[in-house]
C-alpha cells in the first residue's frame, strides 16, 4: 500500500511535478439511480458523448458553483472527469509517475484510461496511486473520479441515512439524510491534483524529531524510508535558511547535530525569536538517485500540569477555530485566501488556530511553519456519538493519516482526536483511552486531547487526555442575555475542571453570533456591540483566571470569519460568530481581539 508515502509532492532534480487543475467535466447520478455511472462504465467514455454534464472547477467543492440546487445539496455519486497529456519523456522505465489528490470528500474511485488506479475513503486528508502503467505517454489521458459523500453511522465524521415511516408526511421511499455536525458538508475535489514523477527508487517518508543537546546544541533524530528497490544508502544535508550546509551525514536514519542552532519559535516571542526553518536535504545514494527536500524547524514541546511549554518556555495560545469555507467554492483550497487568513491571522496578533473540525490543507500547514503560527490539528470526528468497533477503525486509520502526514511540521502542536463527541455517554471511556494509546504510540511528541463541552459532572474520558479543553458559550446558548453572568460561570468552571483533574485548560471556543452591520446600544444579542462586550467580559475572566494562577493554556475565540451552515432556523444561513465576514473583512469585534491579542506581544 501507499499510505505511508504521502510526502508532499515537490519537484526536484529527479522529480517532475505538475498539477491537474482547470475545469473538469461532471456529472451527477439521478438519486434513484446511484449505480447508473458504474452499470454505463462513466469512468472510460467521455461525457461529451453522453451529456448532461456540468464544468467544474478543480480543486473546489461543487456544491456553490452552480445554480443549480441539486447540485448544492446532492448527496451521492457524483462523476468527475478531465483529460490532460503526459510527456513522452516519461515513458522511462527507471521513472515512476504518482497521481495524488489533497483531498476528495468523501470516498472516491480514480480510474486512468478506464482502468482503476486508486480508491480513498475520507475527505480532508491526501490519498496517492501508482500511475506509471496506466498513462499513455506522448499521449492524451482520460482521468475520471466517482465521489461519494454520503456519511455513515461507521464513517468519520458521521452521518445518517433515514426511511420515515410516517406515510402521512413522507412519500414512500422518501430519504433523510443528516450528520450531527453544524457546518456546511461541501463536497467534491476539495484540494490539488498532483502528477509526479520520481526514480524507480525514491524518498518515500521521513520523520525528523528534534531536541536541543548541551551548549546550545540542536538535535535532529531522522529516519528516511526508501520505496521502491534495494536501496538503503543516503546523503543527508542539513542547510541553513541561506543554504549553507551546516551538517552532512550518509546514513539513511540517525542523528544530526546543530552546533549554535536557531530554533523556531512562534510569531512575536521577543526580537530574536524567529519561525526559522532549516531544509533537510535527502538523496538516496544510487545509480538514479532520488532528491527531496523538506524545511523542518527545530523545537521541542512538554507538557505539565499546569504549563505547555515550547522550547522549555511556558507558551500562551491567543487565537480561534476556523474553518476551510470561502463564497462559490466552498471548501476548495485557494492560495489567495490561504494568504489573506495568515496576513489577518498576523493583523489581529494571534499565535495559534485549531483545524476545527477536520484537517487542513497542507499548504496551510506549511504557511503556519513559516509564519510562525501554531496549530492543533483536529480530525473529522465531529460531534461523535456512536461508540462502536467499526468507527473506531475508521478513526484510527484517520489519526494514521493525519500523523503520518503532518508529523513533521514544526507548527502542528497538539492533536484534538475529536471536537464535541457525546463523551457524556459510558462508552467514550474505552473508546477514547484506546483511541489516545493508539496515538501516542504514533507520536511521543506532542499533546493529545479532544475537544470537551459537556457540563464537569458528565465530562467522561476528558481524565485520560493530555491537555483539557472547553467549548462554552456562556450568555449565547445559555442564560442568553445575560452578559453580567460571563465571568462568574467562566471563572467558577473552568476552576473547578482544573482543580479536578490537576491539568491544564485551554478554552477551545466561546462567542457570540454577529450580523455585520447590527447595532443595539445596549447591547442584544445577534448586534456587533453584543458581540464585543462578550469577548470583552470574558477577556476579564481570562485575566483573573490568569492572575489567580489557574492553569490556562490560552484563549481560542470562535471563529475567525463566517462560515456556512447548514439550512436551519438558528443561524440565518451563515455561523455568523466570525471575527472577519465571510468576505475577510473585520466586524466591530476584530479591533477588540486585535488590541487584547498585540498586547501579548512581548510574552510568548
Ligand atoms: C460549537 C461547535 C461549533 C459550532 C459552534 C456554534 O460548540 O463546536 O462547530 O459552530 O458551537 O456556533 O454553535
Known amino acids: 500500500s501507499l499510505a505511508s508515502n504521502i510526502l508532499y509532492p515537490v519537484e526536484s532534480e529527479s522529480r517532475e511535478l505538475r498539477t491537474l487543475h482547470g475545469l473538469w467535466n461532471f456529472k451527477i447520478s439521478p438519486p434513484s439511480n ?124 458521521q452521518g445518517y441515512t433515514k426511511f420515515p415511516n410516517d406515510s402521512y408526511k413522507y412519500p414512500k421511499d422518501y430519504r433523510i439524510y443528516s450528520h450531527e455536525f453544524d457546518y456546511f458538508d461541501y463536497s467534491g475535489i476539495n484540494r490539488a491534483v498532483h502528477l509526479y514523477t520520481t526514480p524507480k527508487a525514491y524518498v518515500c517518508d521521513i520523520t525528523v524529531l528534534t531536541s536541543f543537546g548541551n551548549n546550545s546544541e540542536g538535535v535532529v533524530d531522522y529516519k528516511v524510508d526508501i520505496c521502491g528497490n534495494n536501496v538503503s544508502e543516503c546523503n543527508i544535508t542539513l542547510l541553513d535558511a541561506n543554504r549553507n550546509i551546516v551538517v552532512e551525514s550518509n546514513t539513511c536514519s540517525g542523528q544530526l547535530i546543530i552546533p549554535n542552532v536557531i530554533p523556531w519559535w512562534p510569531i512575536m516571542s521577543g526580537k530574536k525569536h524567529i519561525a526559522y526553518l532549516y531544509t533537510f536535504q535527502v538523496k538516496t545514494n544510487n545509480e538514479n538517485s532520488d532528491y527531496y527536500r523538506m524545511r523542518i524547524g527545530v523545537r521541542t514541546l512538554q507538557w505539565t500540569s499546569k504549563e505547555l511549554l515550547l522550547n522549555n518556555e511556558p507558551i500562551y495560545l491567543r487565537g480561534f477555530g476556523k474553518h476551510e469555507d470561502s463564497i462559490i467554492r466552498g471548501r476548495g483550497y485557494d492560495d489567495a485566501l490561504s494568504a489573506r487568513d495568515f496576513y489577518l491571522i498576523k493583523w489581529l496578533g ?8 477536520y484537517p487542513y490543507a497542507e499548504e496551510t500547514l506549511q504557511q503556519a511553519d513559516l509564519e510562525g ?185 470562535w471563529n475567525f470569519a463566517d462560515f456556512k451552515t447548514p439550512q436551519e432556523y438558528i443561524r440565518p444561513g451563515l455561523c455568523v460568530k466570525g471575527l472577519f465576514t465571510r468576505e475577510r473583512q473585520p466586524k466591530m469585534a476584530a479591533y477588540v481581539v486585535k488590541a487584547r491579542y498585540n498586547a501579548f506581544k512581548s510574552n510568548s
Not at 102 to 111: A, D, Q, R, Y
Not at 350 to 357: G, L, M, P, V, Y
Open 34 to 157: 446511484q449505480l447508473i455511472g458504474f452499470d454505463e462504465k462513466w469512468y472510460a467514455v467521455r461525457f461529451e458523448t453522453i451529456g448532461d454534464y456540468w464544468k467544474m472547477p478543480v480543486p473546489s467543492s461543487y456544491n456553490d458553483v452552480s445554480t443549480n440546487s441539486s447540485i448544492r445539496d446532492y448527496v451521492g455519486w457524483s462523476w468527475y472527469q478531465y483529460e490532460f497529456y503526459v510527456p513522452k519523456r516519461w515513458t522511462d522505465d527507471q521513472l515512476n509517475v504518482f497521481l495524488r489528490f489533497g483531498s476528495v470528500h468523501f470516498k472516491s474511485i480514480v480510474w486512468l484510461n478506464g482502468q482503476l488506479c486508486v480508491d480513498h475513503e475520507g475527505g480532508h486528508l491526501p490519498f496517492i496511486g501508482d500511475a506509471t502503467r496506466f498513462l499513455k505517454y506522448g499521449e492524451l489521458n482520460l482521468i475520471v473520479v466517482a465521489v461519494n459523500n454520503t456519511l455513515r453511522p461507521d464513517t468519520i465524521p
Open 350 to 357: 494571534a499565535n495559534s488556530f485549531r483545524t476545527s473540525h
Open 373 to 557: 503560527i501554531l496549530v492543533i490539528v483536529e480530525s473529522a470526528a465531529c460531534n461523535l456519538r456512536i461508540f462502536g468497533s467499526d468507527v473506531m477503525k475508521f478513526h484510527k486509520s484517520v489519526m494514521t493519516e493525519i500523523v503520518n502526514r503532518d508529523k513533521n511540521h514544526p507548527s502542528v502542536i497538539m492533536w484534538s482526536l475529536a471536537n464535541e463527541p457525546y463523551n457524556n455517554i459510558e462508552l467514550s471511556v474505552p473508546y477514547f483511552r484506546e483511541l489516545y494509546q493508539y496515538v501516542r504510540k504514533m507520536d511521543p511528541s506532542r499533546p493529545i486531547t479532544f475537544v470537551n463541552s459537556q457540563q464537569i459532572q458528565n465530562a467522561k474520558a476528558i481524565e485520560y487526555m493530555d491537555i483539557l479543553t472547553l467549548n462554552r458559550y456562556s450568555s449565547w446558548y445559555s442564560d442568553s442575555g445575560h452578559l453580567e453572568l460571563i465571568q462568574y460561570q467562566t471563572y467558577n468552571e473552568v476552576e473547578a475542571f482544573t482543580k479536578k483533574y490537576n491539568k491544564p485548560l485551554l478554552i477551545t471556543e466561546y462567542g457570540a453570533g454577529a450580523i455585520p452591520g447590527l447595532h443595539s446600544l445596549p447591547e442584544t444579542m445577534w448586534s456587533e456591540d453584543y458581540h464585543v462586550t462578550l469577548l470583552q467580559e470574558q477577556f476579564k475572566t481570562f485575566d483573573s483566571l490568569i492572575f489567580n494562577e489557574i492553569p490556562i493554556l490560552g484563549e481560542m475565540i
